[in-house]
């Protein structure tokens, strides 16, 4: 899936302007499925319009620049509903915090601890983040995914909890070899 798809996923549940769109893929509720940078929100925009996907219209607005409106074309809805029938691509997930975990040994215990706070303080955040973001939502699937979101989550939060004294007790065990090779 690409940005023009995120895009036509957007305008499907109802017309907007690039900036709200930009705002729902980068921090909003459409934020999750594929990364959008701020650059390739408008590009895609005119693209879509081009190949006649979506249309836009200028709105006036008292005291500020017109703001461009997008809304989605038939021939949009059935490129988004043919996008949807594809092979989805595998999930990708990236940490630093667990190339972080991976090293404790090389880092101190107080700074294995703090980032072991950081996530969790992370993953709370983003628990939250899903439960205020699901009720901004109007569509049916969005609860399921919400359940989803939870549960990836809060197992990885659960985890973390549960098993932190494990990582918390191999870090900074390699610190001496590390020592003794700066020594010589």
């Known amino acids: ?3 023009k798809t995120l895009c036509l996923a957007v305008l499907n549940s109802g017309n907007s302007t690039g900036y709200e769109i930009r705002k729902l893929v980068s921090e909003g509720h459409f934020s999750h499925f594929v990364d959008a940078s701020f650059g390739s929100i408008y590009p895609a925009l ?3 319009g081009d190949d006649g996907l979506v249309t836009s219209r200028e709105e006036q607005q008292i005291g500020k620049p017109n703001r461009k409106v997008y809304s989605i074309t038939e021939l949009g809805q059935r490129e988004f509903l ?3 029938t594809k092979p989805a691509q595998k999930d990708n997930f990236k940490s630093e915090f667990l190339l972080l975990a991976m090293c404790a040994e090389l880092i101190e215990r107080d700074l294995v601890a703090q980032a072991i706070d950081r996530q969790i303080e992370y993953l ?3 628990i939250a983040s899903i439960d205020a973001e699901v009720r901004e939502v109007n569509m049916v699937g969005a609860d ?3 359940d989803y979101g939870r549960t990836c989550l809060g197992s990885g939060l659960k985890y973390i909890k ?3 004294g494990d990582l918390e ?3 900074g065990t390699g610190l001496a070899g590390r020592q003794v090779l700066a020594a010589e």
Request: hydrophobic share 50%; glycine share 0%; proline share 0%.
């Open 82 to 84: 043919d996008a949807l």
């Open 124 to 126: 709370e955040d983003e």
């Open 46 to 48: 005119k693209s879509l």
């Open 169 to 171: 007790k191999i870090a």
């Open 144 to 146: 399921w995914v919400a």
């Open 1 to 3: 899936m690409n940005v």
């Open 162 to 164: 549960e098993n932190r």
